[in-house]
């Protein structure tokens, strides 16, 4: 057994030694193998035990050396902040000294600081010289005490400036500080460094400090340790575990690959490089290549928030001691009451405030949305007591969040997690920039297209980084957002992970391919051959190759509203992004703020496309992030560019010269003109047209006839004719054509304008608008008419002198206002040398002097002003006259502007005009039609003749007015008649929708809707509301896109769809068709409109849901005139409309669809008698009694008791005005108290004894008040409100006191009364139920309090005070404060007049008074 086992060791020992052979086994060996085995064992116990204490070794000189190595370091760093602190100390310690030694810079402004003094001097001499002759011209008197002559002289001193040493403002004193930067680095280099303790000489790290930089360099180690000195071998030792301990390292990778370590602290998971290659240095210092073409940025940062791979939030680890700081100071200033919000104080949006993130930890936040109480949309500033809930923005985060402030808590709540900064702390707060930076991963997409980035994206990124610092390479930057890429030691690239895992791909734009044909938009309509219609060029590239957009289309306006409405705001993490463009795809492409349809044409680089918009026909360039996917709903329209080319025109050259087309573009880009259609071509070619002016007499010039006269283009028929004709000839024509001459003006002046024959289309210029009714225009084509006047009155006025001449009223005359002599006619002198001026030619008023007026010839006598008035619109609201509020609107938007004007009717005076401007979009609007919509004005009715007629007399051309229409060259040949293409009307049939189910008779809550022109009321219960809200979410299924228009018979259609203005589908009802429009009711809410054909579809939809609206008709009156006319419509929309009022049914009509009889009642009043009040009904006469019309509740039955009421109730009498008190006269003193103040010159007097207005009366009017206020159940309510009249009113101290009536001050929601307490002078605002009438026993008692003037004062001149009194702008707050703190205590009155106002001089119980202080404080001037 131990042979073989001998002899198989010696086997595998001959196996592994290669150096064994067979001259080594001899006999000898043999003779000594038993011992061998004893030799082995003991030899393999030692390697055992030897491997152990190895083992055992390594491990301790691992733990020790990381654990060293720790202490190492925090040793070091702390000795460095010790040092760094101490060059601090010695740096503030020399700064202190060199600012001790500033003090000599006072002896520099000595001189100018006694230039000072003499300023002052002199003025306080000037001030105490005012003074006196104030109070001199007050009180001629006091001149006696005071020398007049030398305070004259004061007076008129003048003020020599050169007198003046004005030298110290440029004086310098020739000191400056000067850093030797150089010294200083050298200086650091030598003291502040890290040696070691065996030897100073060995230095481990160089810190070198440079201008705005801190650098850590480390020398090049050399190729072989043999080589190196012992203190080299030291230096190189220490680098190395300088490259083996962790560290975090910020780098500028240039394209050598060299590095700059700027940070130091790394992640401790970091592998240790081993002994064989400690002698090449740091790895991270020798990166490869990554790209020659331009150095990229690389950062160590720690995202902070993720949206998605797009769209994330990231802070710089470097960052993290500025953070601290910042932390620190906020909760410094948030531990103060300065930073709690009051009463007083606002909340606006982007507003920076602070949140308290964690307990004792606030963090900045700015303000993105605010919601104030009872609201539902956002605010842009609200008080800070009334915020319920506001969106806030992390500034150092990156994320935002939605805080909801308890209702009951108030401030208390708001306070607990959300402070405000001051002034101060603002201004220092904005110097730290937010430390959130946005990024996004560069270059990539999301891998659905469709669907964006999905959340297992956006999970994977965020479990993939954590909250542990990344490295971080940065690319650029796109429009505020960084485009990096993200990389976690040791693994690769953020982006690469995610593509690797199928969740993302590379950006590419792509090619459609041609089996996937994209969705695009409709063609352009081309217009009709030979067919005039006015456009506005939208864009021009040259004479061949520019585009018209249609004037008369409306429905683009509702689609480019509808399209900012949908897309809003841009936002980065839109559903509707488009990451991956292709050619040749439809979009919506953002220009100027707002969004546009857009076609993708191009890739021009990078995350870059080239669009044209559809609708202009202009390219751009545009980042793929201004982008969004267009719906189909946006579809519909076809594209409103029309591609077109100039006709008769041809290139001097192969291609236009920029002149050419530098000439059209000043000539025709958005402006208004008028296109004539050649050729009919296919979509992908231009139309040939021909370009013409809106001209004066409606011919206008040929846009390629001005071209050729300018010498830029030839006409393309002469080019056809030169073919023909020999070159002798066409020389000749062309020279006779370069020699023609100009023509000259040879009109004859015209003072006066003429109306030109043709009225339509007219080119105006508006001079003045006082109101819809009342605008000036002048005619562009009359421009050279009035500058030959203007020049005439130059030459003959410009040099002649002032005459001596009585101007009166209708005087015509010359005017020179501002430097230009103008016609003009006298309206009336304010004062003797000041005169009021109608310029003639321009309409408004204007102030002139009369030594710039002269006498006017009588054949310049007249006017190139038209003054017209808007037609077919009334005054809103019910008036007569038009409101402030439309005035100075028009007034705004149409002085000085160029508009379209067609006359209606030139008879009438002022002219009847429809007037048209273009808007942003070049587009001209009818200025009519603008006010309705703005809600300033309101359509005038018409009768369908009328309208039918005027329809008409447009459609056919007139043959008095020939010109009217361009007349067009026959053609040789007789022209073939076009086939009819419109088919006959499709005839269809629809039914009406079911009725209403009404309610029972009796109270029910109801809202109303609409009130129609014929004075229906359609009101929806509430569970109408809700079901209306359904059904139209119901609707939106049933019709997705808007159906394609046909031409259908209206006659036999009654339910229908309707899209209204909103772009949402509706139930209707046909009510005429007029034209291309449809009257149309909406079932559900009662709203009527004249609505669009293309917007109403035939069919009925959900019929099994009845009409939600209810008609009804009030009970109990008859309207004025048999029908309710306008203004009592107009008046019940004001009362109804929005509101939720109580409802009595009365009974319910035999036909369901009939009006329902009710009574409203509007804060107890009931809306018939509220309409019989205001004269716009009577009360039938089928009810004997007011009394039995008034609705009540109904009560409980009760036993049949036989009881006389006769005589219970009596009328109550009708009070008249108060009495006034009767103030003492005759220049008598009495004792007075000011009740209430209005202005300071304004107040309610009371007059303390009042013995002279006393009467015998068993009780005063204070007790009379207190007996009425214990015994209020017996007092009853106000019903009629005449102005004037005496009631009681409630105070804010629950109590009531004696008032007169002033007006209504609001009518909804609920009705509120204005009322002055005529005791105390104040006014207030109170509801119905705070009014109650008058007793009779405390009507006899006079007003206690009397409205009075002071006098012997006035409002100052000049007032230097900034905040002012809204309702007395003469007089500032301070005056006002100043006052009231002189009116209290004991004062004396004396009457100084009683007409035309009461006034009184108010005295101090020592004489003086009240008012001097005012006035010497310069708040007042002496009276």
Not at 1356 to 1364: D, F, G, N, W, Y
Request: charge should be negative; proline fraction near 6%; hydrophobic fraction near 35%.
């Amino acid at each position: 057994m131990n042979t073989k086992k001998l002899h198989s060791g010696l086997r595998c020992q001959s196996s592994k030694s290669p150096a064994s052979s067979s001259d080594v086994r001899t006999q000898e060996s043999t003779e000594v193998r038993p011992d061998m085995g004893k030799v082995l064992d003991e030899a393999l116990m030692k390697a055992t035990d030897n491997l152990n204490q190895l083992d055992s070794l390594y491990q301790t000189l691992v733990k020790g050396i990381q654990a060293q190595l720790r202490k190492e370091r925090s040793r070091i760093v702390k000795e460095i902040d010790d040092a760094v602190e101490k060059a601090k100390t010695i740096l503030f310690k020399r700064r202190t000294a060199l600012v001790s030694k500033l003090s000599a810079l006072d002896l520099l402004f000595s001189a100018g600081r006694k230039e000072c003094k003499r300023i002052e001097e002199r003025l306080k001499e000037l001030r105490t010289a005012i003074q006196k002759a104030r109070h001199v011209r007050q009180v001629p008197s006091l001149g006696t005490y005071c020398n007049l002559d030398e305070i004259l002289e004061t007076l008129n001193i003048p003020v020599d400036i050169e007198s003046y040493d004005m030298s110290s403002l440029s004086l310098r004193s020739g000191l400056s500080c000067y850093l030797q930067v150089d010294s200083l680095t050298e200086c650091l280099s030598n003291y502040l460094k890290i040696t070691s303790h065996d030897d100073d000489d060995v230095i481990l790290e160089e810190v070198t400090v440079e201008p705005f930089q801190c650098q850590v360099k480390s020398g090049e180690s050399g190729k072989g340790e043999e080589f190196l000195d012992k203190k080299k071998r030291k230096q190189k030792k220490c680098l190395e575990k300088q490259a083996r301990s962790p560290k975090f390292m910020e780098e500028i990778i240039d394209g050598d690959g060299y590095a700059e370590m700027v940070e130091t602290e790394h992640n401790p998971l970091l592998p240790q490089s081993r002994p064989k290659e400690r002698h090449q240095g740091p790895k991270r210092l020798c990166r490869p290549q990554l790209e020659r073409q331009s150095p990229k940025l690389v950062h160590y940062v720690i995202v902070s928030h993720i949206e998605n791979p797009g769209h994330f939030y990231v802070r710089y680890m470097m960052e993290h001691k500025s953070a601290f700081k910042l932390t620190k100071k906020i909760n410094t200033v948030c531990s103060g009451e300065s930073s709690l919000f009051t009463f007083s104080d606002e909340i606006k949006m982007d507003s920076l405030l602070f949140f308290l993130e964690k307990t004792d930890v606030w963090c900045r936040v700015r303000v993105t949305e605010l919601f104030q109480k009872e609201t539902f949309k956002s605010v842009p500033k609200c008080p800070a007591s009334e915020v319920f809930r506001l969106c806030v923005f992390f500034l150092d985060h990156g994320f935002s969040k939605t805080i909801t402030i308890p209702s009951d808590e108030g401030l208390s709540g708001l306070n607990e997690c959300l402070r405000k900064p001051d002034a101060a702390v603002l201004c220092e707060i904005n110097g730290w920039a937010p430390m959130a930076i946005k990024c996004s991963l560069k270059d990539i997409v999301p891998s659905d297209l469709v669907r964006g980035w999905s959340t297992e994206a956006c999970d994977e990124m965020r479990n993939l980084l954590g909250s542990k610092a990344v490295e971080m390479q940065v690319f650029g930057d796109d429009g505020g957002t960084l485009l990096v890429d993200l990389k976690k030691i040791p693994m690769v690239s953020i982006r690469e992970h995610l593509v690797f895992m199928e969740m993302a791909r590379f950006y590419c734009p792509v090619v459609a391919p041609g089996s996937s044909k994209p969705l695009l938009f409709y063609p352009p309509v081309h217009p009709k051959l030979d067919d005039e219609f006015n456009a506005v060029v939208s864009h021009v590239n040259t004479p061949y190759d520019f585009y018209i957009q249609l004037v008369e289309n409306m429905e683009y306006l509702l689609l480019h509203s509808k399209l900012q409405d949908c897309y809003g705001p841009l936002t980065s993490d839109s559903e509707l992004q488009i990451y991956c463009p292709s050619i040749s795809q439809a979009c919506v492409a953002r220009f100027d703020q707002e969004w546009f349809r857009a076609l993708i044409t191009g890739f021009p680089g990078g995350r870059m496309v080239e669009v044209r918009y559809v609708d202009f026909g202009y390219k751009k360039i545009v980042s793929v992030k201004d982008l969004r996917q267009i719906k189909d709903e946006f579809f519909i329209l076809p594209e409103m560019a029309v591609w077109c080319r100039l006709s008769d025109v041809v290139s001097l050259e192969e291609v236009w010269s920029d002149k050419a087309c530098e000439v059209l573009k000043e000539l025709v880009e958005n402006k208004l003109v008028t296109v004539v259609a050649k050729k009919l071509v296919p979509n992908t070619r231009p139309v040939p047209v021909c370009l013409f002016e809106v001209g004066e007499d409606c011919t206008g010039a040929s846009i390629g006839e001005m071209l050729i006269c300018r010498g830029l283009a030839v006409s393309s028929k002469r080019v056809q004719d030169k073919d023909h004709q020999s070159p002798e000839t066409v020389f000749q024509e062309e020279l006779s054509v370069k020699l023609i001459p100009p023509s000259t003006d040879s009109e004859e002046l015209k003072p006066t304008l003429i109306l030109p024959d043709c009225l339509k289309d007219l080119k105006v210029r508006v001079t003045h608008v006082t109101s819809p009714g009342n605008i000036c225009v002048q005619l562009l084509q009359f421009d050279s008419q009035l500058k030959r006047i203007h020049d005439m009155l130059k030459s003959l006025y410009s040099k002649s002198e002032p005459q001596e001449i009585d101007w009166k009223a209708e005087m015509f005359c010359a005017a020179n206002n501002t430097g230009v002599w103008e016609r003009g006619k006298v309206c009336n002198m304010s004062s003797g040398q000041v005169a009021e001026v109608l310029r003639c030619d321009f309409g408004n008023l204007v102030k002139v002097h009369v030594n710039n007026l002269r006498p006017l010839r009588a054949d310049l006598i007249g006017s190139f002003l038209l003054e017209c008035n808007l037609s077919d619109i009334r005054p809103a609201g019910g008036r007569s006259t038009w409101t402030a509020t439309a005035c100075d609107f028009i007034s705004q938007y149409l002085t000085g502007s160029t508009a379209i004007m067609t006359i209606k009717d030139p008879a009438v005076k002022p002219l009847l005009i429809s007037l048209f401007c273009p808007n942003r979009a070049g587009q001209n609007i009818s200025i009519a039609d603008f006010l309705v919509s703005e809600g300033l004005a309101l359509k005038e009715r018409k009768e369908g003749s009328t309208s039918q007629s005027a329809l008409t007399e447009e459609s056919v051309p007139s043959e008095e007015n020939p010109q009217s229409q361009r007349t067009v060259t026959p053609p040789l040949t007789p022209p073939t008649p076009a086939p009819r293409l419109n088919p006959a009307p499709e005839k269809v049939k629809t039914q009406a929708y079911p009725p209403p189910d009404l309610p029972p008779c009796g109270h029910t809550l109801m809202s109303i809707s609409a009130v129609s022109e014929q004075g229906v009321i359609y009101a929806m219960t509430h569970e109408a509301v809700c079901e209306f809200d359904r059904l139209r979410e119901r609707l939106q299924q049933h019709i997705k896109t808007l159906p394609r228009q046909k031409n259908y018979n209206w006659k036999n259609v009654v339910g229908c769809a309707v899209m209204g203005t909103d772009m949402y589908w509706y139930r209707g009802q046909v009510q005429e068709f007029i034209g291309g429009h449809v009257k149309v009711r909406y079932v559900d809410q009662g709203l009527v409109e004249s609505i669009p054909v293309c917007h109403v579809y035939p069919v009925v939809l959900c019929e099994d849901v009845p009409q939600l609206c209810i008609p009804c008709q009030i009970h109990g009156v008859i309207p004025i005139g048999k029908g309710w006319q306008w203004d009592a419509v107009v008046f019940m929309k004001e009362l109804l409309l929005g509101r939720s009022v109580s409802v009595y049914i009365m009974e319910h009509p035999e036909d369901p669809r009939g009006c329902v009889t009710v009574e409203i009642t509007l804060d107890g009043m009931a809306l018939g008698k509220i309409m019989v009040h205001h004269q716009y009904a009577t009360f039938d006469p089928d009810y004997n009694r007011q009394e039995e019309y008034v609705v009540k509740l109904p009560v409980a039955d009760l036993d049949d008791w036989d009881i006389n009421t006769e005589g219970l109730e009596e009328s109550q009498p009708v009070l008249g005005v108060y009495a006034r008190f009767k103030l003492p006269e005759g220049k008598k003193h009495f004792p007075a108290k000011v009740k209430h103040i209005r202005s300071p010159n304004e107040v309610f007097l009371c007059v303390l004894d009042k013995t002279e207005n006393r009467q015998k009366q068993e009780e005063s009017l204070e007790e009379a008040l207190d007996r009425i206020n214990e015994n209020l159940e017996n007092l009853s309510r106000l019903t009629d409100f005449p102005i004037g009249y005496p009631c009681l009113a409630e105070y804010s101290d629950g109590k009531y006191y004696r008032a007169k009536l002033m007006g209504f001050s609001e009518v909804t929601p609920a009705v509120q009364l204005l009322v002055r307490h005529v005791d105390f002078g104040s006014d207030d605002t109170v509801p119905v139920h705070k009014l109650r009438q008058l007793p009779a026993s405390l009507h006899h008692f006079p007003c206690a309090a009397v409205y009075v003037k002071l006098a012997g004062f006035k409002p100052p001149r000049i007032c230097m005070e900034k905040e002012l009194i809204p309702y007395r702008p003469e007089w500032s707050m301070k005056a006002m404060l100043e006052m009231v703190d002189l009116l209290n205590g004991e004062l004396t009155a004396v009457v100084v007049a009683t007409e035309p106002q009461l006034t009184v001089l108010l005295y101090k119980m020592d004489g003086s008074l009240v008012h001097t202080p005012l006035v010497e404080n310069g708040l007042a001037d002496y009276e």
